[in-house]
């Protein structure tokens, strides 16, 4: 399946109460090449709006960083846990989160990245959850204690490389900082990660 079907497919998608209140389904973007895929939380309201995503101010922030410490665009694909603004961007709920899965587990296989870089607690603990390594993260997922520290899937073959979730990294100058340490930590890093057969 190519992306553009699989775009169409996840746009009409109605399975959860999200879609009832967002204006629309916003898939993710990116090169279905790409090595390196950034899996956020949900579309925010401009997001909704404009149906363009990662346009508003933590989707440019991101994107900002990535191209600050030198990842090629071409080499990332970005997508949430839900792919639909959540009313008044609030947390996605966990069945959100399970009815949404159906596409991140068609966009995983269709991009196959060998690094998933986790943006916030609710992608890395639904990856945790569904790909069996919760364990290697302890018993509660404390973001700021796990942001920055890479985890090897065996299973899958990929890392997991959690980090914070922007519009928590750009509440304060120390976060700020935080998230760009574990941006330039993960540019540095990639090469090595991608030579892991
Ligand atoms: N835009 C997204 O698509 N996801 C986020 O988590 C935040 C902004």
Redesign the pocket.
Known sequence: MSWTELQADIQKCNACKLRASCTQVIAGEGNTDARVLFI?????EK?DETGT??S?Y??KFLHGEIRRRGIPDEDTFTT?VVRCYPPDGRDPEPEEIDACWQWTEKILALVKPKIIVT?GKYPLSALAYRYGFSKKLGSQIKITTIAGRSIWVEDKHFYVYPMY???FATRSRVRREEFAGHMRFLATSLPGWLERP
Do not use: V
Request: charged share 20%; aromatic share 6%.
């Open positions: 956020s939380e949900g579309p925010d997001e995503p990662f508003g933590s989707g949430n943006l979730h922007p519009s």
